[in-house]
């Protein structure tokens, strides 16, 4: 095997002042690969407690279950097989007797119900009279409010006739006084007409005896009837402003007597139903105090017959309740019995019970230690690949290494090793052996070390499709089965037969010793599309072929160590 260290020994190195920042670099990235690291173990760990906590919690109570089925079952057991006919007819007298306790006291309850629902009838039944009652008394003292209400009315319209009583008297007593001034006037005016009466025969008389001229006798005679009708006039229109005022009054005088009429009217008529009212209101009370009385009367006797039968069913509900008391407590006392059998049975099955647990936790732990140990193998397997430049997809899980060769994988058809294969393989091993067995919590425990080939899905140009099931089909399958055994089967050979200086490396024995061989052709990693494409090339390109092209290098551990 060609691992050749002997050029860094002899000092044949043509590294210039760049290596110093690829180490640099190489370092920062490690760092920061390494914070991420601790931060998906965290991550990983705190999923782990949880999960870890609901599968204690599902098994507790899958136990539990367990253990009642188990003790119902073993009752059943013991009382069809092992128990005398004694016990097993005592106990299914204590069955019978805890039945018929239980139908009796449920009759009991039946009929208490019952009785309650009566007595809410006839609490319902009172309510009612009483509401019929407090209905009468709430009519009494809404007949009170409207008498009260019509007397006040009463008495406004009393005040009003007697307001309209004084404007009458008012009226009258102006007319009164309008009639006495139209009487003056037409005196004034009877004395005006007989002073121009007199006036006009002691002018005619002067004239005829000749003391005045004729001239003057028409002028005398022609200014006492204008002086006499000037003044008629005007006391004829004094009286004709005094009869228009008279007219007017009397017509109102005439408006308040039809209003005191109406008033009188309604007041008559108010006061006629007012009475009425009083009569309705009066037999009202007489029937309020007659279904008072009754109601009184029914609802003493109705108090009196429940009380009765309340006390007749509570001494009987007594009486029943002792006996119930006894046969309980005799039950009681069977059932505890039964009941401290089954609880020594308990006891042995929650021994066995936690004895269980206890392994299973004891395999959780060992779960869980060897998830913690894988962890730690796939950390230093992946701070040794990054730090001797290979490249590699490492599950931080698991600790399953995929080799990534490149371009440089197999040709097509052949298992036949690559020079630059050999180089990462030549990098690669040495790493691995001493991550996976220079580790003393987890060298002890390997089991095997498993080299797992791949190969492309591909036969003679097409598509290989696992899932025909035609002749062609089938031989190009297990041509690709053999071939990707083949090809993990090269790399075992040349892990193990490889010469040259310094070929060796640590561990290389113990690695070795655990190896073993298998091929997956290309079944497990590709999610294949276009499955009905015509050439291979096709295929490969709307699939990544490259990808089934790899190595995986996957450890087993025994989980009994």
């Not at 009279?129 to 019509?150: G, H, P």
């Not at 108010?270 to 009083?278: P, Q, T, Y």
């Not at 020079?419 to 987890?442: D, R």
């Not at 061989?517 to 072929?545: I, P, Y």
Request: hydrophobic share 35%; net charge positive; with cysteine.
């Amino acid at each position: 095997m060609g691992f050749n260290y002997s050029k860094n020994k002899e000092g044949q190195s043509g590294d210039s002042f760049w290596t110093s920042y690829s180490d640099l670099f190489l370092g920062l990235s490690t760092i920061f690969l390494l914070l991420y690291v601790m931060a998906s173990l965290r991550s990983g760990t705190d999923g782990l407690k949880g999960q870890i906590e609901n599968q204690k919690l599902s098994m507790q109570v899958e136990e539990l279950q367990h253990q009642l089925k188990m003790y119902e079952s073993v009752k059943n057991e013991y009382l069809a097989n092992q128990a005398p006919k004694d016990e097993v007819q005592e106990y299914q007298e204590l069955m019978d007797k805890l039945t018929l306790l239980q139908e009796d006291t449920k009759s009991e309850k039946d009929r208490l119900v019952q009785q309650a629902l009566e007595n809410d009838t006839k609490v319902k039944a009172l309510n009612k009279y009483q509401q019929m009652v407090r209905n009468v008394l709430n009519a009494n003292k809404m007949a009170k409010s409207k008498i009260i209400n019509r007397d006040d009315l009463i008495k406004e319209q009393d005040v009003e006739i007697e307001t309209q009583d004084v404007q009458i008297t008012s009226l009258q007593q102006d007319i009164d006084t309008k009639k006495n001034l139209i009487a003056q006037g037409e005196r004034r005016i009877m004395e005006s007409e007989t002073a121009l009466q007199k006036q006009m025969k002691d002018l005619q008389k002067a004239y005829q005896k000749n003391k005045m001229t004729k001239a003057l006798y028409q002028q005398k005679v022609a200014q006492a009837k204008a002086e006499s009708e000037q003044k008629i006039g005007q006391l004829a229109q004094v009286n004709e402003q005094y009869q228009n005022q008279l007219q007017a009054a009397n017509s109102q005088m005439g408006q308040i007597q039809n209003e005191l009429q109406k008033t009188q009217g309604a007041l008559v008529a108010k006061e006629g139903a007012l009475a009425a009212k009083e009569g309705e209101l009066g037999q009202a009370r007489a029937n309020a105090q007659a279904a008072i009385s009754g109601l009184q009367d029914e609802m003493g006797r109705q108090k009196a017959a429940l009380e009765g039968e309340m006390g007749r069913q509570k001494a009987a509900a007594a009486a029943r309740m002792a006996g119930l008391s006894d046969q309980l407590g005799r039950a009681k006392a069977e059932a505890n019995a039964q009941i401290g059998g089954l609880k020594g049975q308990m006891g042995k099955d929650k021994a066995a019970a936690q004895a269980r647990l206890a392994g299973l936790q004891g395999q959780l732990e060992k779960a869980q230690a060897e998830l913690e140990a894988r962890k730690s193998v796939a950390g230093e397997i992946q701070k040794g690949f990054a730090k001797a430049g290979i490249k590699a997809d490492i599950d931080m899980e698991t600790g399953d290494v995929v080799l990534d060769f490149g371009q440089t994988y197999f040709d097509s058809d052949s298992a036949k090793l690559k020079a630059a294969m050999k180089g990462v393989i030549e990098k690669a091993m040495p790493i691995y052996s001493q991550s996976l067995f220079g580790n003393p919590k987890v060298s002890d425990k390997v089991s095997a070390v498993e080299i797992i080939g791949f190969a492309s899905p591909t036969y003679q140009g097409r598509f290989v499709n696992p899932m025909s099931q035609k002749a062609d089909d089938k031989t190009a399958l297990k041509y690709n089965m053999d071939l990707s055994y083949r090809r993990a089967k090269s790399i075992f050979n040349y892990v193990l037969d490889g010469q040259g200086p310094g070929s060796e490396f640590a561990h290389q024995k113990e690695l070795m010793a655990k190896m073993k061989v298998s091929g997956r052709s290309f079944l497990e990693v590709m999610n294949v599309q276009g499955r009905n494409v015509a050439t291979a090339q096709e295929f490969c390109r709307l699939n990544d072929c490259k990808k089934a092209q790899r190595v995986i290098i996957r450890f087993s551990m025994d989980q009994k160590k």
